[in-house]
Each structure stands twice: as structure tokens, then as C-alpha cells.
């Protein structure tokens, strides 16, 4: 499953493919259901979200004689990751409130600013849909709030196979990619 953008690209995916994916989908699945509650268009949405995830899990741990410690080990890492992300879009929204805040706007002023819809400002928001970077840009140029506080600097699922390989083809004994980051040691 390729790292989402925006939950509507549910649609497309046609499998999880590991311990990431799956964690990621689980999270997505407890959002997408209030979601859903509010906006019935998105109950296909879910309900292909929870098969997807019903199939990993059949394919995966079924078979508890066939379960691995890199099993275990996968899913815990992806686990913390998972939490990684979560505590810093927590952290990101708590930092455009407080200067919302501030400058006596709300977030419907927020979407107004932006160019968006009310709703899409909420999944933004929440960490449902990812902001775009000129999104974060304008956050960062009007409402000052630092970059680093809005761009996560922690590597998405995909980037971090990738860069793992290359480093591995690099034999460069002092580079080493964190379970945060990208570290020189």
C-alpha cells in the first residue's frame, strides 16, 4: 500500500503488504468510521478499508504455527511508527490552534485562507488527508509557526525501504537510517 495522500485513495489500493500498511490501515479505520457516520458517502470507503485489512490478517496470522519473531518484531516496529507519526500530527494541530488562537481565527477562517472546503480543512486537520506543502507554507508565512513544527521530518514507509536499500548498496558503514530519521553516526 503506497503511503496515502488522501484517504480516497482507498479506491486504488488493492492489498496491504505489511506490518506498516496494515497499522496504518488500522488507524485510518478507526478515523474513516466516524467519518463515516457523518458523511455516508465514505461507508465504501471503510468497508473496503476493513476487508483490506481482514485479508492481511488472514494471509498473515492465521496460522499462529507459521508466525514468526520477524513477525512480531514487524509488527511492533511498525507499531512505534505509526505512533511516531500520530504524536507529531497531535503536535501540529496543537501548534496551529495555539496561534489560530492568537490571531482570533478558527479553523473555518483556516480553510478560507487555504482555498479549502470546511470538511477538507477537518480531515487536514485530524491527519486524515495530508496538507500540501504549499499549504504548510502559507501556515508557516501567515500564522509563523515554524517549519519544523509543520513538515515531518520522519520517513514515510516507502521512502524508508528505499533509502535503507541504498545504503545497503553504499557500504558506508557510518550511515544508518533510525527508526525516527535518516542519522550519521
Not at 3 to 28: G, H, S, V
Not at 62 to 67: C, E, G, V
Not at 140 to 155: N, S
Amino acid at each position: 500500500m503506497k503511503d496515502l495522500i488522501d484517504f480516497r485513495e482507498i479506491e486504488n489500493i488493492q492489498q496491504l503488504d505489511n506490518e506498516y500498511d496494515l497499522q496504518k490501515a488500522l488507524l485510518l479505520d478507526r478515523k474513516l468510521r466516524i467519518l463515516a457516520k457523518e458523511n455516508v458517502d465514505l461507508k465504501p470507503l471503510h468497508d473496503k478499508l476493513f476487508q483490506l485489512i481482514q485479508d492481511y490478517e488472514e494471509r498473515s496470522w492465521s496460522d499462529s504455527d507459521n508466525i514468526t519473531d520477524k513477525q512480531f518484531d514487524d509488527a511492533e516496529t511498525a507499531e512505534q511508527l505509526v505512533e511516531i507519526e500520530q504524536r507529531f500530527i497531535a503536535q501540529r494541530k496543537e501548534a496551529i490552534r495555539k496561534k489560530l488562537k492568537i490571531y482570533d481565527m478558527n479553523q473555518t477562517d483556516l480553510a478560507i485562507l487555504l482555498g479549502h472546503k470546511k470538511s477538507y480543512m477537518s480531515e487536514l486537520i485530524n491527519g486524515v488527508t495530508q496538507f500540501s506543502m504549499k499549504d504548510l507554507v502559507i501556515i508557516h508565512r501567515v500564522l509563523r509557526i515554524d517549519l519544523t513544527k509543520l513538515i515531518p521530518t520522519y520517513l514515510q514507509n516507502e521512502t524508508r525501504e528505499r533509502v535503507k536499500k541504498s545504503i545497503s548498496q553504499l557500504n558506508k558503514p557510518k550511515l544508518r537510517l533510525g527508526k525516527k530519521d535518516l542519522m550519521l553516526n
